[in-house]
């Protein structure tokens, strides 16, 4: 596919999604659809600094973790591990952050955030740790390599690209000379290491090398080291910007050519290893780590002043002000459904949120790192659909559902089909297909100002794109209902300079009665380095107590 052929693909997938649910309303009976705005208007009120009332109890505990993405449950996991088990969680607006999921029933879950753990890499030991204590991991072979079980690994097909009306395996569009020229220079870094001895690009990326030659390629977009380079070809460029949105939630042109090419070469076993996943996505992962640990459900706080736990609690608050003092930090918290507020003194307190909630709720930000001068990570709004299906629609001769779906071309990141890891000889009668969108149609700002007022119905046309460009307007025949969650800050984008970003060099060598984890930290989000400094803020913690 010639670039002409590239730009008039993009339009036609634009305008077969352009008035297809309305149109389709006025031929049958639409599905029904839910939408959910995550953090809104908790979120919002917080902002604006509209939760002043005062706490109705006050309580003291040891260790207190505010939220539940993975840096919070990897602190958990590890913390529990390590014997300490006196803690509370405050769950924050979502449980599992990130790595929640979507029910429709009882037997029928999908993904609305991250849906797949990438294999660890050698240096994210606290990843492999974590997996061979669940028995997904289950030891190494004579050469080294992790074994993973097979239920865990994903199913083959894995993953199907549709050009020019037809499926093709996996999703490099082609293995024209540009595309060969670019993997053979991604082999070449994959094990290679800076002038300090270690490796040029690792997970976690706080065991990447210093070596400055390299570093410098944070100077710069990605899309401005591949023009250097002199990669040309359409279908490249498409493929390396398709993963830059999945990754990274933009593409190319806004993301530093240092992330670029660590996407490629971190991970030491290439990107085309099988990924592990479930019906659920990570939110599988999350809930292991809870049972794993023994982390209770606590929907009403003890009535006692002093809060003691035999096994670790969990209780659905969000922190809206943290005070340090010199023998504590005192946290007000409020009840995700009642409302009610809790004062909480705790000696120790890993801030698990994403660091534009954590500069709000701060007294004194400033003691932190959050300086005047040092910028914020930009976040990058998502759209995750789940179309619940009746029954599947029809596929192309000769093809069946891949696990991943996506389409040349496209501005969409495709879909996942949930029931593909169930083992049976037949399809289900039902099933899921949840649909990702990165919106970066425009800057992130100006997409969410259009997500703030956005109804289900608005956004049904870009969940749905990459299905119409499948199965035509008769997929909606097919739908049952259809879950719009958007993620209006869903995760931060390493832009350039996000390596040597001041602010985040404060926030990981700050040390007090309040430590902090999140992926924000390593200044993009994925599992790996989201439970890296989980484990890094619970070390500190057991070191404090020690």
């Known amino acids: 596919m010639n670039r002409r052929q590239f730009f008039q693909t993009s339009a036609a997938l634009a305008a077969a999604a352009s008035a297809s649910w309305w149109g389709y ?74 790595n929640a999921a979507y029910r429709y029933s009882d037997s029928l879950a999908a993904p609305s955030g991250a849906h797949y753990l990438a294999q660890p890499s050698a240096e994210s030991t606290h990843v492999r740790q974590m997996l061979s204590d669940f028995g997904i991991l289950q030891g190494y072979d004579a050469d080294g390599k992790p074994v993973y079980r097979d239920t865990d690994l994903v199913n083959a097909p894995d993953e199907r690209l549709l050009v020019n009306g037809a499926w093709h395996s996996g999703f490099v569009p082609t293995q024209d000379a540009d595309t060969q020229r670019f993997f053979r220079r991604m082999a070449d870094l994959l094990h290679a290491r800076g002038t300090d001895g270690r490796k040029l690009f690792a997970i976690p990326i706080a065991e990447s090398s210093r070596d400055a030659a390299w570093r410098h390629l944070d100077t710069q977009t990605f899309a401005q080291w591949l023009a250097g380079q002199g990669y040309r070809s359409p279908a490249l460029l498409w493929y390396l910007d398709y993963c830059c949105r999945d990754d990274y939630g933009q593409g190319i042109a806004a993301v530093s050519a240092y992330a670029g090419l660590h996407y490629f070469a971190a991970r030491g076993n290439g990107t085309h290893a099988p990924v592990l996943t479930w019906p659920d996505g990570l939110n599988h992962l999350s809930e292991t780590i809870r049972r794993h640990a023994g982390i209770r459900p606590l929907f009403r706080l003890p009535e006692t002043r002093e809060l003691v736990f035999r096994q670790p609690a969990a209780y659905p608050a969000a922190a809206v002000r943290i005070a340090e003092h010199a023998d504590y930090a005192a946290v007000t918290l409020r009840h995700t459904e009642t409302g009610e507020t809790s004062l909480i003194r705790a000696k120790q307190v890993v801030c698990a949120m994403p660091l534009m909630v954590a500069r709000r709720i701060l007294e004194h930000p400033a003691r932190y790192g959050f300086a005047e001068s040092f910028r914020l990570p930009q976040y990058a709004p998502w759209l995750v659909g789940n179309f ?11 093809s069946e559902p891949a696990w991943d779906n996506a389409v040349y071309g496209s501005r969409r990141l495709g879909y996942v089909v949930a029931t593909h890891q169930q083992i049976r000889a037949a399809k289900p009668d039902q099933t899921i297909f949840t649909a990702y969108a990165a919106l970066d149609d425009a800057p992130p700002a100006e997409m969410r100002r259009h997500l703030l007022a956005a109804e289900a119905h608005d956004l049904a046309d870009t969940a749905a794109q990459d299905r119409l460009a499948v199965y035509g307007r008769r997929f909606w025949r097919h739908v049952s209902h259809l879950d719009i969650t958007v993620r209006a800050h869903a995760m931060s984008v390493p832009q350039p300079g996000y390596l040597d970003s001041p602010l985040l060099s404060a926030l990981r060598a700050h040390r007090s009665r309040i430590v902090f984890a999140h992926g924000d930290l390593s200044g993009y989000s994925v599992f790996e380095e989201a439970a890296y400094w989980g484990v890094q803020a619970a070390r500190q913690i057991l070191a404090q107590a020690a």
């Open 388 to 398: 619940v299906l009746h029954r599947f629609p029809p596929e192309l001769p000769h």
């Open 25 to 98: 309303r006025r031929l049958s009976r639409p599905p029904s659809l839910s939408l959910r705005k995550i953090g809104l208007p908790q979120g919002h009120l917080l902002r604006d600094g509209q939760f002043s009332e005062a706490p109705a109890r006050e309580h003291d505990c040891a260790v207190l973790i505010l939220g539940s993405g993975a840096a919070a449950l990897s602190a958990a996991w590890y913390l529990a591990r390590n014997g300490q088990r006196n803690f509370l969680i405050a769950e924050g607006f979502e449980r599992n952050g990130n």
